[in-house]
Nanobody
Framework: QVQLVESGGGLVRPGGSLRLSCAASGLGFSSYRMAWFRQAPGKERERVVS????????YYADFVEGRFTSSRDNAKNTIYLQMNSLQPEDTAVYYC??????????????WGQGTQVTVSS
């Protein structure tokens, strides 16, 4: 059974930082591209960043603007999202996703359950 389990969300003040983790099990982790998505209330889910199989390449959404850094540790079957300079508009549920190389990010193979990030003073 495949599981993607996110952690690290919470409440943070504007300008603060959070580090999210996503631990994967039940799949050949190094054979899957990984990504972070987010969904704010009333908005569609959007991709934040995607990572290649090795993590040597990462592709960020424009709205990240250099504030977030993502990485993966294939030895630990885990990906990370370091978020700095958080703003209220970053408030959302953050999800990790896994996709085979033959799958697209419009329909990844697996989703995590999500972790809430709230940015508020």
């Amino acid at each position: 059974q495949v599981q993607l389990v996110e952690s690290g969300g919470g409440l943070v003040r504007p300008g603060g930082s959070l580090r999210l983790s996503c631990a994967a099990s039940g799949l050949g982790f190094s054979s899957y591209r990984m990504a972070w998505f987010r969904q704010a209330p009333g908005k569609e889910r959007e991709r934040v960043v995607s990572l290649t199989l090795s993590g040597s390449n990462t592709y960020y959404a424009d709205f990240v603007e250099g504030r977030f850094t993502s990485s993966r540790d294939n030895a630990k079957n885990t990906i990370y999202l370091q978020m700095n300079s958080l703003q209220p508009e970053d408030t959302a549920v953050y999800y990790c996703a896994a996709a085979r190389v033959t799958s697209s990010w419009s329909n990844p193979d697996y989703w995590g359950q999500g972790t809430q990030v709230t940015v508020s003073s």
